[in-house]
């Protein structure tokens, strides 16, 4: 019989269709592996699994931004502690080995010996939302840039008649005039371009219209969100919406300020060498987050006074405009991360957490 009394750890390899889990002991010695369904009762069959080994004192999930987003959510509501685990490198893997058991074991193992502590995003809420709402915004943007360059491409082989017509138009009103165009003969050049401009130019317009109602929809989730976040220099709509789904629902689960700063991959990485001491740019971390802040800080170094002023002192001192840049998106950060966790506690969650960065929040 199993002891019940016996504290065991649990691994996680998710895929799209099964899960496979494992279970090791307080000393990382293996006890058992399975393989479960990527569904509802999957998840409960796995569950009931795990406790029948013991007292289950945490599961380390790989994928949870992923594959095992689901899985998460449903092993946080049972009061299971999650902790998110990243797959093993490509020299563990070679020398190791790679197989759905070896892959659980080795979850459980990283969160047993302490290597994994990271909590991954509650995907539960505000934020989850505006995150969904980002992808197709995305991607609308992408196919109306796209249109919008095939279109000025036809024209510069089209008959001069037709190109005369549409010179010099802005991107709307050349989608505009383009979907007026009434084509006739498809066999002669000028009516196939006038067609295949005409469905461009509509295509664009619906796509400009799928973004506008995109972009209003998100507007209101973000101000509910983050009303602290909007209030800051050089902070919209798309850099606060991605800002948010970089840190998520639950932003507690960075530990400081300093690491929001390394998640944005601002963090400054030691380049020293001899007697030379400085730092470089670090290129790690969530290249769109990275952008976001590179974005306030382009639009800060324009408008705001007090950052033309910091620019202009620093560049005095001898530093580049990469270490200049380095340095304002690092400070931006810090700001950042006030803005969120002060929208965070207004909205009631985890406040005893986070009451400590409060002070600084103003």
Known sequence: MTDQHL????????????????????????????????????YRQLMTWLGSHGTVAAVGVEGTGAYGAELARVLTRSGLRVVEV?????KTRRL???????????????????????????????????????????????????????ARQLLVTAPEALRAQLRGLSATELARTCARLRPDDLADPTGATKAALRRLGRRILALAEEIA?????????????????????????????????????????????AAFAHLCGVSPIPASSGRRDR???????DRAANHALHTIALSRMRWDSRT????????????????????????IARDIYRALIHDLQAR???????????????
Request: include cysteine; hydrophobic fraction near 35%.
């Open 96 to 150: 190791r080995g790679k197989s759905d058991p070896i892959d659980a074991y080795a979850a459980a193992t990283a969160v047993a010996s302490g290597r994994a502590t990271g909590t991954p995003k509650t995907r539960d809420g505000i934020v989850e939302a505006i995150r969904a709402l980002r992808v197709p915004r995305r991607s609308a943007i992408k196919a109306r840039t796209q249109a919008i360059n095939q």
């Open 213 to 257: 109602e995109l972009d209003a929809e998100l507007k209101t989730l973000t101000t509910q969100a983050a009303p602290a976040l909007l209030a800051r220099m050089g902070v919209g709509t798309d850099v606060a919406g991605q800002l948010l789904a970089t840190a998520g629902d639950n932003p507690d689960r960075l530990r400081s300020e």
């Open 279 to 285: 730092h470089r740019l670090n290129r790690g971390g």
């Open 348 to 362: 009631g969650a985890h406040p005893s957490s986070l009451a400590a960065d409060l002070p600084q929040a103003a």
């Open 86 to 90: 990243d797959r093993p490198d490509r």
């Open 308 to 331: 033309k002023a910091y620019v202009q002192r620093r560049t005095k001192q001898g530093l580049s405009k990469k270490d200049i840049m380095r340095c304002l998106k690092r400070h």
């Open 7 to 42: 504290e065991v750890i649990a691994g996680v390899d998710t895929h799209g269709q099964t899960h496979h889990a494992a279970v090791v002991d307080g000393l990382g010695r293996h006890l058992a592996d399975k393989e479960f369904a990527a569904t509802g009762a999957g």
